[in-house]
């Protein structure tokens, strides 16, 4: 895991004070083990129980605070009723997990005073979860899902979210982890808990690869950082939207390319969350004069407006 | 096919003199049986004979004129020898039969002196050159490929691309050419040009589909757009590059993701063509100082070579 050393320790030095993200599965017993070993000290891990598997869920929690207590580093747990939040909120187990998760980690942040966070997520994860968005064609961020060094706002904390691994391949890991002779939780690592992401790992996948006679992966990877990278760059060419409503005509006068991320950007700013570009579209023919369509359906029986020549959500 | 009428009667007038790239096969007939029943007169019907299928490429040109005799529009035809020169050049057949009919169009608009040509690829051409492109990690222009009006210069020509049919699914052509008995060559849409992409169209998206038990073309089909664009808007966003070297110093200044645009930009101007994200980043790889690296490998035994802050090709 040569990444690490390489490409992290100038901005984000051993000194430093970091919350990391550990389920107790293969990938976060990892980075834990590589942070500790590349000499970072003053981390806090942080755990949160989906309460998913039970028993085994607790023996999880209990597993990664032992983890934290042998390194000698902080530890916080927490746990959440992730399938109650999955059918309240209309989620998928995935999503509401994330979500809760993401929850977790900014109180962490809060209460540790630390909003700086490591992820495990592997080049694996990344190849599967740019699938994900594009067959379901509305995936909340586009095709760029996943970025190195990224900030996420989370209720009023913006973390920054660093994925040191996010170069590395599975099987990468599991050569790091055998050679250290880790130890880990084998059904930590969400399995069962991603229908979608498995199929897209154990047979969509290595399907594609054999019927192309290639490895597709290398090039799915390449394409996922780009678009993260342009989104991101497209991101910071924005007006920015302190306002409550937006202007139909300003956001007229934008490109198309423009069009759509400005409102995906109002949305997310007005706590709209999961929208895909579906409904950015469906926002999008607002701004059509001609059209007669005045309103369209959000996600949770919210609703955009168009009215005296802005956009307003109720 | 209430799709041309609606959007492109404005923006390219029935009045207006174009070309139309028509192979004989469904797609096209069926889009030049459109233009003209929406009162298009003034075009060209432009066919290239790839010499692939003996006489029966020859039967589809003749097929190809009988009907531009019928509509009373003007015909054009060449041929090419695409197997000569996919050896020669080293390219897929796919990728030489393109090449070869982008120089016919460019000849034909010079000698028509009409730069806009119509071209028949639908809504699934679109999905499978996103996955073509995916799959393969080398796509020349990123994920979108497509757009429903593009520029692209070829040789000394700039021609606008028109491709009425980008919303409409190959089910539905079939159903238009179905409705109005149109008469096609069965075997002239490049059937067995393009062993990639008959394998993505006939196995991979129906086992995609069914193993995720959902409609995914509609989702990539909407990511390529979108892809597409943002391409497009972020080439707008590029400095010029007029010199035929790259300053290192300005291109390092750049965000990653123009910097990356602006190198394939380059690479284009100089006509390096069929240029894939794996080269851009060996050339982007030049700006690290520490690297030691100052030259890298392009097609066809060209290369990038940095020197006194410049990057050039030799």
């Not at 509401?96 to 994860?125: G, N, P, S």
């Not at 982890?177 to 229908?195: G, H, Y």
């Not at 390449?222 to 920015?240: C, D, G, H, V, Y």
């Not at 949770?300 to 168009?306: E, N, P, T």
Request: aromatic letters at 8%.
């Amino acid at each position: 895991m040569k990444q690490i050393q390489n490409t992290f320790l100038r901005e984000f030095s051993p000194d430093g004070h970091y919350l990391v993200g550990v389920s107790g599965g293969r990938d976060s017993v990892a980075l834990l083990h590589c942070l500790i070993n590349s000499g970072y000290k003053n981390l806090v891990v942080c755990h949160l129980n989906h309460q998913l598997r039970g028993r085994a869920s607790d023996a999880d929690a209990r597993f990664v605070e032992k983890l934290a207590d042998k390194y000698d580093v902080d530890f916080v747990v927490d746990s959440a009723n992730v399938r109650a939040l999955a059918t309240k909120e209309k989620l998928s187990i995935e999503t509401a997990a994330r979500d809760a998760r993401y929850k977790f980690f900014a109180q962490a942040a809060k209460r540790e005073r630390c909003r700086t966070i490591f992820l495990a997520h592997h080049a694996d994860d990344l190849v599967e979860t740019f699938l994900i968005n594009l067959f379901r064609g509305s995936g909340t961020a586009g095709l760029g899902a996943m970025r190195t060094v990224s900030k996420r706002r989370v209720e009023d904390v913006e973390l920054t979210i660093v994925r040191p691994f996010l170069e590395n391949w599975r099987a990468e890991i599991d050569r790091y982890v055998r050679s250290q002779r880790l130890k880990f939780r084998e059904d930590a690592s969400n399995k069962d808990l991603a229908p979608l992401r498995n199929r897209i790992r154990r047979r969509v996948i290595p399907y594609l690869e054999k019927i192309l006679g290639r490895n597709i992966r290398q090039g799915i990877w390449r394409a996922a950082m780009i678009a993260a990278e342009e989104e991101s760059w497209i991101e910071t060419q924005l007006p920015n939207v302190t306002d409550v409503n937006l202007a139909v005509g300003k956001l007229r006068d934008l490109p198309v390319a423009l069009q759509r991320r400005q409102i995906l950007k109002w949305l997310r700013a007005q706590n709209i969350g999961n929208v895909g570009f579906d409904v950015v579209e469906n926002v999008r023919a607002l701004l059509d004069h001609d059209s007669g369509i005045a309103k369209t359906n959000l996600p949770q029986d919210r609703h955009v407006r168009r009215k005296a020549g802005k956009m307003f959500i109720d």
